[in-house]
């Protein structure tokens, strides 16, 4: 599951901010996913299809530390997780119970995981970050997932921070947050991407030679000139 | 799916307020379900095994009207409804897009089903209102289901109201709103709510003759031997 | 301001929930006001054109009731509402004070003007409950609106329940809320929303007859052709 | 604790929405209760001393029902309350677990309690319609109060609904909702609210006539000389 | 619009918890904006006269990437602010849509604007710390302002946070946030603003000498003497 | 009110999360406090008997900067605190008043109190920093207390972050927040956490050797009996 090399060349320097203009064009305007953020800053930038895992609110009969052990639990999904993926996982946004600690991070990075995502929060984050494990979050809780998640699987379609994850949908995390690129739509959102970070790379050194904004961005019939004259001098 | 005789008997007059108490006892504080009401009032108490229906939310190129007549479709998962079942609709608490109208509920009512409960909302209310259609919602909104949601499929684990549900637990709903019994508690909750509703109903009758609540609820020794001698008298 | 007749008669029978799909269709996702409802059960469904007000938070030095006297004020702002239209008032979701009583209710009613809709709250409920005015809103707060809130002004775009409305946008509101039509897309809507009602009344005596959805709604080409059959028969 | 008869004749017929303003006049801007709600539509309009009662969050340990029995519980509190008071209960807000139930508001009821206010929910709300005390809460809820709620005491200051309210603080409720006098301003308060009633009513009538807002409320000269003439009339 | 030297010397080194303190003296308790944060810490305390602008919500109509050449745009906006003026966005308090980009910021930047200030978030973080703008906001998005807000103007009274704030006020900023002065108080709170911070900087001295705080914060007659007399020593 | 010696000792190095997982298998699970996090990254772990402070909501005529030289006073009870009791402050989640800013703190440092938690905010962020006393909270605010909260007293049961603390009770906190161990529980919590601490890293250095989870964590007969073995060895 790791990204194809062709994909990772066509994404490279291409932020989280430019892939929802290029999805919002095309008509796709819930695509960022709410609240979840960088562990630590910086962090690296990381893209992988993603892995979904999926929770439900916790029941005494059901979330208790014996369910660890379960065919179904947590430590079943992480063995199930191929490299390079990126775990994206459905906590319904709770945040007073930590979907995983140190031991589970330490884990999912020994076997080549790329990133865990979640809408909810992550418990031990002292351990956690010593695992090296590139994770966005909405925070911290020492409470353990069965205080108030049950586990109940993995590869389904999920929503995470109001969005909808499907298998195998490309992710893009970087310091604005998460965002999903519907795996139909990767080619379509590549062709394009690379491009609007060209034209808006210039766009600022144009601004930083105090040119004004209305007439360069968005840009008017010579302000586009001017852009094609130095692309072709590049 | 219609629910056995000798439970409908055992459940007979029995409250969700008394079930979440005997609940309580076995150590199970979270089984009522969250901001769900009846959309009339009163609206007869129903009681049946629950069918799940999985909302995640809306993606523009997922969440269209033409959805609708996909093989995984709120249609489908009516067609696939039992007689005598409660659906139980996992919309992640979504108050701005309606799950359900009023053409989807006459068809439920069509089927036997003994009653809608979600944490969403529905739409066309007076419709919905028309069709008889027990329905415990959060409320009323006129857009469609893929104004904010796309469905994902039925008889899975999902929770509703911070609950967590699961296929043939049992449900019960009445004024108080929804709670579930876990499909392997029925029978223990089945023989202690009817001897508590009992109880109950003699306290009550002593409060109106002008007992103070101290020493008779909970019972002292010398309120027990009252209760037992009364309910030797019936 | 009264609207048009071709408009009311366009409009006529057809509901909010209708209004949406219809807008959904046309790539309006974000049309419906979150949290306005119905302040009495059943309430007439209305329609006209939006003339809008709008509230700043309160400061102490501004919201007084010495405020109310003063040029730019919700009194003279009721004077300048013509007959015939809907108010919209942008009070931010607020809903710890009212944002008129039952004076300025009856004024309004006086002045004929057809709703008043809000994402706040009204005072004084009984009063305005009496003077018969149509109103859409959160709920009843207390305490008088420079309790939380500063007017600033009216005739301007606002937001609604999370919807931009601008003066003269068509506003339809009833059982299911409030939704706006923005003015360019009116005889768009109105050529589409009575044939969409047609249709469903037709598939809602299909299901009663005990038709199953699939195949039904949306309609495959042997419904579509009993539809149109149908449509001749009128 | 029964409120004085000269208080009860000179509150006679005031509007929680008058005694908003009144105080918010004298500086007090936040002495209405968030959220709570009269439980029957209409419900009688109540007021008297508050009696205070506090819950802080449930700890498995301490909320059981066995607490029900300990000297400082709901029960306790319950028989320390004077004829005539206003029950005014903290739940911080908590929705999820009902404060009282049909046994404990019977015991109110006939301790001649005059109203119970809380910024929680009640449980077994058939039941309590039964009772006949009148209730202002935020809603329902089948759980019992351990499940959500630890009682610890009465008589102490509170909040409730995002108002400070102290012990023998007069409290208002209406189907606006509940407003707290502080004990110290009470006098003050009753001589100005009757009077701004009398004016309002004059200046209902007028607007009734068809007189137009600006000019008369607030009041000019011309319109303040009119009222007086109109006061000495009556 | 650069602030009088005269004001820059009345406010040196006054925080924003001393202004709200002497505000609050004078009956304004709703001057801080609720949410925004300093983007980098620290972050460079900023004073300014308040540049306002006003976003509603979007609709797919209006929140276009086509609007951004509009004559009313955040662009136009940008380019009509003066040397020294401090930008307050009314967001709403939207969090899932950048309200500028490092584009729109380094603009800014060149133009000499002292801060921007919003009750939104921002987007492409890493580009816009590059631009050196100070920023307070609730935090960071991916998306484009059009994925949701509409903009519609500037110089109008708005809200941020909570807070109503008109053109011209006066906004200090530092590492609590920022609170508005509202334009016809700025003289009367700078007289008293600046001794505040000298007393309680005596008062801090005394603590770290050891000094118990009753008595001495606030001052009785002998603390009072003390602080009178050191005064005079200075 | 100093911390015993063999409890420090017994919780050496034993995390939030550990503690939390101890009490969740003794059927407690809400022990966590929400929302409160470290003000500075990293923060010392801290330990201590609680003791408790309580505010109510604002009242004009009572949060007043005089009520600051009142008996029942946040002064006063700074003086009452006990050297290395940790103070823990209910402000019902208020985070737009600050309960306490630099020179209480001071205060509080200059006392031996070891840590200051709070569900509210604090102002004066730099001058809190500056006073070297570790605070747990929810970020930060310019307003004083008074300007949203009205202080009512100390020592008493209180509600922080969602969690019931009585006097007394055990306080840990470290970057995953705050938890309460229950004074009753803290010899049986003591006994099972330095277990569990020694456990769970042995688990992590089977993990970073490449040992996947399921059979290890939680442990199957083999890894318990390996488990063992190395214990033995050290």
Redesign the interface.
């Known amino acids: 599951m790791t990204i194809d090399p062709h994909l990772a060349k066509a994404f490279d320097g291409v932020?989280?901010?430019t892939?929802?203009?290029v999805l919002?064009?095309k008509?796709?305007?819930?695509?960022?996913m709410?609240g979840t953020?960088p562990i630590r800053s910086?962090q690296q930038r990381q893209i992988g299809r993603a892995f979904t895992l999926r929770f439900?609110?916790?029941?005494?009969?059901?979330a208790t530390?014996?369910s660890?052990?379960a065919p179904i639990?947590t430590?079943?999904a992480?063995?199930a997780m191929p490299e390079g993926c990126i775990a994206v996982v459905d906590a319904?946004g709770c945040?007073?119970a930590?979907i995983f600690?140190?031991?589970?991070c330490?884990?999912m990075a020994?076997r080549g995981v790329s990133a865990l995502i979640t809408d909810g929060v992550v418990?031990?984050?002292?351990?956690v970050l010593g695992t090296g494990l590139p994770v966005w979050c909405q925070?911290?809780?020492?409470?353990?997932s069965?205080?108030g998640l049950?586990f109940?699987?993995w590869g389904?379609?999920?929503?995470c921070g109001?969005?909808?994850?499907f298998p195998d949908d490309l992710i893009v995390v970087?310091?604005?947050?998460a965002?999903v690129i519907?795996a139909?739509?990767i080619d379509a959102v590549a062709a394009e991407a690379a491009e609007q970070e060209r034209h808006?790379g210039w766009?600022?050194s144009e601004?930083?030679k105090?040119v004004?904004?209305?007439g360069l961005?968005?840009s008017?019939a010579e302000a586009k000139a001017r852009y094609e004259a130095w692309t072709k001098g590049q």
Do not use: C, F, H, Q
């Open positions: 932020t989280t901010a892939i929802t203009t919002l064009k008509g796709l305007r819930n695509v960022w709410r953020k910086p439900v609110p916790a029941r005494e009969d059901l530390p014996a660890w052990a639990s430590r079943a992480i063995e319904m945040t007073d930590g600690g140190d031991i589970l330490a884990r020994k418990r031990d984050v002292a351990g925070g911290v809780a020492a409470p353990p069965v205080g049950t109940v699987g389904e379609p999920i929503g109001g969005v909808a994850v970087d310091d604005d947050g965002v519907p139909a739509l808006e766009i600022m601004v930083n105090g004004p904004l209305p961005y968005p008017n």
